[in-house]
T-cell receptor, first 116, second 116 residues
């Protein structure tokens, strides 16, 4: 069974400084990995996804993530934080190798605060 | 419509009552998922439909919960004898149903259920 661990429940950065949100996963098959963002009172929005192509994945709003199989990690980064990045971020895994569609398994989330 | 829609956006009910939550997926999407997000947690899988049939209902917490999708489009999540612990945001997602576990799921804005 697959699982996700987000290593920080809350991360606080200053505007203009780098962002690092950490995620480790466990999966029985070849995983698909995603990062979703949830702004207050808004729906979940996909930032980026990894599905066994390039290990460095670029997403929207300047975010990117690197799949490291040896470390079972999929950390999310951004070179320079913006105030509008303040939100809840979820690391998500899905077992691509299993038959049929599979539900997404979400981490508990990391709340990103950006300080002016 | 352009995206996944859910109605109502908010539902307040009393303990013991019956509620129905509706999800309208993206037109043409054959896969539909229900998730539940409790306060401070990531979404948790409830049930997945491929077409009209429930392909995986392993996430339903007990027999008070069930869902239908009679025509392979709109789905209704039904909760009988509601309990205060059922209070959460109920999220619906749909996908094209063609790419296995790598299929991208699009989320609706959710229905916030409050059981008094």
């Amino acid at each position: 069974a697959q699982s996700v661990t987000q290593l920080d429940s809350h991360v606080s950065v200053s505007e203009g400084t780098p962002v690092l949100l950490r995620c480790n996963y466990s999966s029985s098959y070849s995983p698909s990995l995603f990062w979703y963002v949830q702004h207050p009172n808004k729906g979940l929005q996909l930032l980026l996804k990894y599905t066994s192509a390039a290990t460095l994945v670029k997403g929207i709003n300047g975010f990117e993530a690197e799949f490291k199989k040896s470390e079972t990690s999929f950390h999310l980064t951004k070179p320079s934080a913006h105030m509008s990045d303040a939100a809840e971020y979820f690391c998500v895994v899905s077992d691509w190798g299993s038959s049929g569609n599979t539900p997404l398994v979400f981490g508990k989330g990391t709340r990103l605060s950006v300080i002016a | 419509g352009a995206g996944v829609s859910q109605t109502p956006s908010n539902k307040v009910t009393e303990k013991g009552k019956y509620v129905e939550l509706r999800c309208d997926p993206i037109s043409g999407h054959t896969a539909l998922y229900w998730y539940r997000q409790s306060l401070g947690q990531g979404p948790e899988f409830l049930i997945y439909f491929q077409g009209t049939g429930a392909a995986d209902d392993s996430g339903l917490p007990n027999d008070r919960f069930f869902a239908v999708r009679p025509e392979g489009s709109v789905s209704t999540l039904k909760i009988q004898r509601t309990e205060r612990g059922d209070s959460a945001v109920y999220l619906c997602a749909s996908s094209s149903g063609t790419s296995g576990g790598a299929d991208m799921q699009y989320f609706g804005p959710g229905t916030r259920l409050t059981v008094l």
